[in-house]
């Protein structure tokens, strides 16, 4: 079986460190390990309709952006196709076929989707069409016949929604569609990375987020003020580290080369982190060492961006010609979908017998 990636983000704004560690960074390693057939990177901008129907220019300026923020990660096109979802209309044709596979109840025990209700303040109002995106979110993953799906951990309930939806079909209609594999991160701190503030997510709203574009001051100046253990007041105050964002950055992004390039003082995160717990060590004198690790991080990928964004017009014709290769693909799954359904009236003449 042909071994397929397909995943996305939703073109709301820029993409953040959180995104990075949680899912772009596993996905470039994937891309290059040579083990997949072929790779889809898709911009969700018809689920980003979803919650923001009313801004759509919102979508618009970000389709953009966000196809910066993969390349800059990493992400080739001559290896992966990047796409934009509502090119692909045999997409929302899956979704109305599957619909009937979902009951309401449900989306409605969906985790994913009853949290973000409630930060949307939807409770009283939910757009059926947000409503919906979870099962137009297996419609991306099997047009595509992805056997592989990595994103974020919140993703989770939405591959499960998936996977049963796949079960359903090929229950109902007969073995047609290919059941996913959700691919996560391993490292622990890269499933949930906090914002700078210490909240549980990393989020635009929030205003908590490091870009993947910003410029070395304004990430030094993010880190200088990030929230650590409020207990840790004096140096020798013994620190904690566990739910300590400082020390989850580190966990997410520190290498033991790091201490050897900008800290010797310690060999491993480990020691470091004895140190903190013992106490006589200052928050300032590790966020410095992060903001050192996050720069080093982070500064081959603000450069890629800006080496792209001096060749935007070679990146709208890539994104264009990646939607042809991504609509060829999902027609052919949908044409799949019509027969196994007996709604391909037209193929034969077998409504005439
Ligand atoms: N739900 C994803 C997000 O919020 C975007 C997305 C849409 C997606 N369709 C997908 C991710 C299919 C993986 C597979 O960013």
């Keep these: 079986m042909k071994q397929i990636i397909l995943t996305g ?4 704004g820029r993409l953040h460190v959180g995104h990075y560690v949680g899912s772009l960074k596993e996905r ?3 891309q290059n390990s040579k083990r997949f057939d072929e790779i889809y990177i898709m911009i969700a901008d018809a689920q980003a309709l979803t919650d923001n129907a009313e801004h759509p220019e919102k979508v618009r300026q970000n389709i953009m952006q966000v196809a910066l923020d993969y390349l800059a990660c990493g992400i080739d096109p001559e290896k992966s196709t990047i796409f934009v979802q509502s090119m692909v209309p045999e997409l929302t044709e899956l979704t109305f076929y599957y ?3 979902v009951t309401v109840s449900r989306v409605q ?3 994913t989707v009853k949290a973000e209700i409630q930060q949307r303040n939807f409770e009283a109002s939910i757009p059926v069409g947000f409503f919906c995106y979870p099962i137009s979110q297996a419609a991306d993953i099997t047009a ?3 056997t592989a799906v990595p994103v974020g951990e919140d993703q989770l309930p939405m591959l499960e929604q998936c996977k049963e939806i796949v079960h359903k079909f090929n229950t109902v209609y007969g073995e047609t569609l290919t059941e996913p594999e959700i691919i996560l991160p391993e490292n622990a701190a890269c499933l949930r990375l906090p914002g700078i503030d210490g909240k549980a997510k990393m989020s635009k709203s929030l205003g908590n987020c490091i870009y993947l574009s910003d410029e070395p001051e304004t990430i030094k100046k993010k880190i200088m ?6 207990n840790h007041l004096r140096i020798e105050d013994p620190g904690k580290v566990e739910g ?3 020390f ?3 966990d997410a992004f520190c290498r033991p080369e790091h201490f050897t390039e900008f800290w010797s003082d310690y060999s491993c995160l480990d020691e470091l982190k004895d140190h903190y717990r013992r106490g006589g060590l200052g928050d300032v004198k590790v966020k410095r060492f992060l903001n050192d690790v996050m720069q080093a991080e982070l500064q081959p990928i603000r450069e890629r961006r800006k080496m792209w964004e001096q060749r935007l017009p070679e990146l709208y014709e890539l994104l264009e010609e990646g939607c042809k290769v991504a609509r060829k693909k999902a027609a052919e799954t949908l044409q799949e979908v019509r027969h196994s359904m007996k709604i391909d009236y037209f193929e034969d003449r077998n409504l005439l017998k």
């Design 225 to 230: 003020s990030m929230f650590t253990d409020p």
């Design 9 to 12: 983000d939703r073109p709301t």
């Design 244 to 246: 300590n964002p400082v």
């Design 248 to 250: 989850i950055y580190l």
């Design 28 to 30: 470039v390693k994937l």
């Design 99 to 101: 619909m009937n596979l």
């Design 109 to 111: 025990r969906n985790p």
């Design 144 to 146: 595509f016949r992805a």
